[in-house]
């Protein structure tokens, strides 16, 4: 059986990136792959294309839908992980193993935002649900409708970036309107808290992000991550991270300039002094407008 993996069937989710990614991991014939987000595995073919060995590639998703999208890596002898990112790194560090090339793509899915069912997506009505474990108990209507006034008024502040009156406001209407059950209901009523006409950007965009950074305790699981990522890496090991907001890409960013700052003490070296920005390099995919990407090797 050939080692390269078949193309996606309907390019059901598009890498963002591609060729700058690839650029930074380098990867070389029989080299290992860690895809910590592999999702439908655009960046994981890209690179398994060079290495050869699939069999040395771990591929990580909590999404059940990615996982069962990812089989013709399996199929190839790439090992094929259902699990949080956080949780397997940190295994993985223990258990003392090592990777040539590291690739977190954080972020959602295009089918993810795509399908109704799945609760991300403030166009397309369906239940307010944003988990991509779907194993995990929480979902984003818990949170909404469980959480009080000051709470939610809080994380619409710290997780959606939205000033400090109008968080209260949103949080206000949400008390009054719940329970609220489907995405279409919290965006009406986050616009309903708006005053005049919006122009390119719903104003439920940022409630979205903050409930759906919530949900799946995004940050918290980068967090934990970046702590293993050095001891994950082989010594020359690539590690590359793309984010695709704000909050993110300032967790990365503070974590590679500590790195740069460290001197001897440092275990990483960056090979991008700035991040390379989606809207400036890749107009092949409208969801690398938001996206970062930044690299590191290990010393
Ligand atoms: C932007 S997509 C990755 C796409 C992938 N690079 C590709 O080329 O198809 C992000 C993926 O990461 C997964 N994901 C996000 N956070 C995760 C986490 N903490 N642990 C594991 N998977 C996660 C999502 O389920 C989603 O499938």
Redesign the pocket.
């Known amino acids: 059986m050939s080692k390269n993996i078949p193309p996606?069937q309907l390019h059901i989710?598009?890498?963002?990136l591609?060729k700058q990614v690839v650029e930074q991991l380098a990867p070389r014939p029989g080299e290992s792959y860690l895809?910590?987000?592999?999702?439908?595995?655009?960046?994981?073919?890209a690179i398994l294309a060079h290495t050869q060995a699939p069999e040395r590639a771990v591929l990580?998703?909590?999404?059940q839908?990615?996982v069962d999208a990812l089989k013709p890596f399996a199929e190839r002898g790439a090992s094929v992980i259902h699990?949080?990112?956080?949780?397997?790194a940190q295994e993985a560090s223990e258990a003392g193993k090592r990777f040539d090339m590291i690739?977190v793509?954080?972020?959602?899915?295009?089918?993810?935002l795509d399908k109704a069912i799945r609760g991300f997506s403030l166009q397309r009505d369906g239940p307010l649900d944003m988990r991509?474990?779907q194993r995990q108990q929480r979902s984003a209507a818990d949170i909404v409708n469980r959480t009080s006034k000051t709470e939610l008024a809080e994380l619409l502040e710290l997780y959606g970036e939205e000033p400090k009156k109008q968080a209260l406001r949103i949080a206000t209407a949400i008390i009054r309107a719940r329970p609220v059950t489907t995405t279409e209901q919290l965006a009406n009523v986050i616009l309903s808290t708006h005053r005049g006409a919006y122009q390119k950007t719903h104003p439920a965009t940022r409630t979205f992000q903050a409930i759906r950074i919530v949900t799946?305790?995004?940050l918290g699981?980068?967090e934990k991550?970046l702590e293993v990522v050095p001891e994950l890496l082989t010594p020359g090991g690539r590690i590359a991270i793309?984010s695709?907001h704000s909050l993110e890409d300032r967790r990365v960013k503070r974590f590679f300039a500590e790195q740069a700052n460290a001197g001897y003490e440092a275990s990483l070296s960056l090979l991008t002094k700035k991040a390379i920005r989606g809207k400036l390099v890749d107009d092949s995919n409208p969801?690398a407008r938001s996206a970062s990407l930044r690299a590191a090797v290990k010393k």
């Open positions: 996606q989710h598009i890498p963002v591609l895809d910590l987000t592999a999702g439908y595995g655009g960046h994981a073919r990580v998703d909590r999404d839908m990615a699990d949080s990112y956080a949780e397997y690739l793509d954080l972020g959602v899915s295009s089918p993810q991509m474990d799946n305790d995004e699981q980068l991550l793309i695709f969801r």
